[in-house]
Nanobody, 123 residues
Framework: QVHLVESGGGLVQAGGSLRLSCAAS????????MGWFRQAPGKRRDFVAGMAWSGDSTYYAGSVKGRFTISRDNAKNTVYLQLNSLRPEDTAVYYCAAALKPWATLRDEYDYWGQGTQVTVSS
C-alpha cells in the first residue's frame, strides 16, 4: 500500500510558476513509476508527466512539454512537478499517482492516487 499526498497548488497569473510536491509513504518508493495527471471540471483525467522508477526516463504530454518538469527524490520519497509558463488552460486539479512497474503512462496502469491539489491560472 502506498499513500500519496500532494501539495503546492494555488492561484497564479498566466506566465507564472508553481511547484507541486507529492510525498509518498508505504512501500519502497523507488519501486514505483510515478506520474502526474490533471482533471479540469467536466473533463477526463489526463496524463501530464511520468517518470520511470529508476528516474532516468521521463515523458510528457504534448501540451506541457517544454513548460513542465517532473523529478523525484527517492531519499525523500517525493516526486515534484515544476510548472512554468502557466496558461489558463492549465487550470485543473493535479493528481499524483504511483504504478508498481518500471514505467507507466496510461491512467489504468497506475495503482495508487493522491487526493489532488488545485491549480488555478488567471488570465
Amino acid at each position: 500500500q502506498v499513500h500519496l499526498v500532494e501539495s503546492g497548488g494555488g492561484l497564479v497569473q498566466a506566465g507564472g510558476s508553481l511547484r507541486l510536491s507529492c510525498a509518498a509513504s508505504g512501500r519502497t518508493f523507488s519501486s514505483y513509476a510515478m506520474g502526474w495527471f490533471r482533471q479540469a471540471p467536466g473533463k477526463r483525467r489526463d496524463f501530464v508527466a511520468g517518470m520511470a522508477w529508476s528516474g532516468d526516463s521521463t515523458y510528457y504530454a504534448g501540451s506541457v512539454k517544454g513548460r513542465f518538469t517532473i523529478s523525484r527524490d527517492n531519499a525523500k520519497n517525493t516526486v515534484y512537478l515544476q510548472l512554468n509558463s502557466l496558461r489558463p488552460e492549465d487550470t485543473a486539479v493535479y493528481y499524483c499517482a504511483a504504478a508498481l512497474k518500471p514505467w507507466a503512462t496510461l491512467r489504468d496502469e497506475y495503482d495508487y492516487w493522491g487526493q489532488g491539489t488545485q491549480v488555478t491560472v488567471s488570465s
